[in-house]
């Protein structure tokens, strides 16, 4: 039903900046709330950001509110993650999900489709 891509991981130092996309194909997807979530070696999948489907309400996990921004442009069928001041605990494996109630939950197990994730990596 919904495929989707993520891509703009990378090696940066820092205090620098990345933006990733997810790109998603399928009829549907300004009707999906989109979110993006972590996974880093020995650590357990976390939650990163959330957004409904409207945009009109976001969400984001302690650790990277002020620093990362969440976005999408439904004419696109792309959502970003737009990460700043970004820190060596960043360094993970940052996957997009897609969930078709709309509402922007931040638990991995209530969304149904899934990226295969994009390697962010931040030097100190």
């Known amino acids: 039903q919904v495929q989707l891509v993520e891509s703009g991981g990378g090696l940066v130092q820092a205090g620098g900046s990345l933006r990733l996309s997810c790109a998603a194909s399928g009829r549907t997807f300004s009707r999906y709330a989109m979110g993006w979530f972590r996974q880093a070696p020995g650590k357990e999948r976390e939650f990163v950001a959330a957004i409904k489907w409207s945009g009109g309400i976001t969400r984001y996990v302690d650790s990277v509110k002020g620093r990362f921004t969440i976005s999408r442009d439904n004419a696109k069928s792309t959502m970003y993650l737009q990460m700043n001041s970004l820190k060596p605990e960043d360094t993970a494996v940052y996957y997009c999900?897609?969930?078709?109630?709309?509402?922007?939950?931040?638990?991995?197990?209530?969304?149904?489709?899934w990226g295969q994730g994009t390697q962010v990596t931040v030097s100190s």
């Open positions: 999900a897609a969930d078709p109630m709309g509402t922007a939950q931040i638990q991995a197990r209530l969304y149904p489709y």
